[in-house]
């Protein structure tokens, strides 16, 4: 039986990993199928190389990529999901469409503000 300090332990890892800037876009990306870093970079629109580098390395750290080097000249390094790294990308895509339905669900009157995204009902000035 897991505890409550077990749980907390479990968030916040997940929050470390999947929270680091461009981590959930290279595995979105990955999720569609390898690819070379070069294409990679060119399809994340905005990363610098040396993010893009550093995100690898992080997830191929934690079981979810995988890099393999073809002895070609000059090397040619392809990188795609490890089993575990799809049921990553599986569950962000659940996310999407739990968060996709949340938004539809909410009725065009209330809107999310601050950073705790409280709803807030907007009422009209005849109410």
Not at 16 to 28: Q, T
Not at 30 to 42: P, Q
Not at 70 to 93: I, K, N
């Amino acid at each position: 039986m897991s505890t409550a300090s077990d749980w907390q332990r479990t968030w916040h890892s997940l929050r470390d990993l999947l929270g680091a800037k461009w981590s959930v876009h290279v595995l979105r990306r990955l999720s569609t199928g390898a690819c070379g870093f070069n294409e990679l970079k060119r399809e994340l629109d905005g990363i610098t190389a040396t993010m893009l580098s550093r995100r690898l390395k992080e997830l191929e750290c934690h079981g979810l990529v995988d890099r393999s080097v073809a002895p070609t000249t000059p090397p040619t390094t392809t990188y795609r999901l490890t089993p575990r790294g799809r049921r990553f990308a599986a569950v962000l895509e659940e996310m999407e469409s739990l968060v996709e339905a949340v938004d539809c669900d909410r009725p065009a009157e209330r809107t999310c503000v601050g950073t705790d995204r409280r709803c807030l009902t907007v009422r009209s000035r005849g109410e």
